[in-house]
């Protein structure tokens, strides 16, 4: 089961694209379908919505797949100046690609909102991911990852390494959490070029529940087209 996010497919614009809107999101469309304990999978934006969602939410998830998002790396953080200048630096970032986004918009890499607004998601998430260590703490339930390993829009090496690197604290104290494997795609090709590692790690999570229940499958993705230099999706 999937859905569109806010100003993306056939999901109307609106006046809030809050990380918190979306996980409300989420909510709406599994109450709507009845889904009691789906397997969540997100990708970039998508895995930060999920961790957010489950471990509000524990007694209604089987599991969660984290397609190369997630990480808590704070970016933020690694911009000489300071904080603010970090998010500067992401909205003029943003504003460079603003002339490419009605072009890639067919694609899935950016959706119905401007520049500006792209930023400010962007900004928003980083922020929260930033933070969101301690929330690993809180899953309970099986959680697997899918971690991109190829050269990304606006990363350098040194950073995605960074970035990435900070599973390792996690997956030395949370036995829930672990890796399913790392693959060479690039974090905005991975669903299309990965899809059967996708399907090996639901089918890990779906095997470590021993029969607990029906699973239904829920896939979230990122809302705006992300450079990778910044965590999200992380």
């Known amino acids: 089961m999937t859905y569109d996010e806010r100003a993306r497919g056939r999901s109307n614009q609106s006046a809030?694209?809050?990380f918190d809107a979306c996980i409300r999101d989420v909510d709406a469309v599994l109450d709507a379908t009845g889904a009691e304990r789906p397997l969540l999978v997100g990708w970039s934006y998508g895995a930060a919505l999920a961790l957010h969602r489950a471990t509000r939410n524990p007694d209604r998830v089987a599991g969660v797949v984290m397609v190369d998002g997630g990480y808590p790396w704070d970016?933020?953080?690694t911009v000489e100046g300071s904080r603010e200048a970090g998010?500067?630096?992401i909205r003029k970032m943003f504003r460079r690609f603003g002339r490419i986004m009605p072009l890639v918009r067919p694609l899935g890499m950016a959706a119905r909102m401007s520049a500006d607004q792209h930023a400010e998601v962007n900004i928003e998430l980083n922020e929260i991911v930033a933070a969101s260590e301690p929330v690993f703490?809180?899953?309970t339930f099986p959680m697997r990852f899918l971690v991109a390993s190829g050269a990304s829009l606006?990363?350098?090496a040194e950073g995605l390494a960074a970035m990435r690197a900070t599973l390792d604290p996690i997956l030395s104290r949370n036995p829930n959490v672990g890796v399913s494997a790392t693959v060479g795609s690039k974090h905005t090709t991975i669903v299309r070029k990965d899809f059967r590692a996708i399907a090996t790690a639901v089918r890990e999570v779906a095997d470590s529940l021993h029969g607990g229940g029906q699973l239904t499958q829920?896939?979230?993705?990122?809302p705006s087209a992300k450079p990778r230099h910044s965590p999200a999706a992380r």
């Open 137 to 139: 703490d809180l899953v």
């Open 75 to 77: 970016y933020l953080a």
């Open 87 to 89: 998010r500067e630096e």
């Open 218 to 222: 829920c896939q979230t993705e990122s």
């Open 16 to 18: 809030d694209y809050s």
């Open 154 to 156: 606006g990363g350098t």
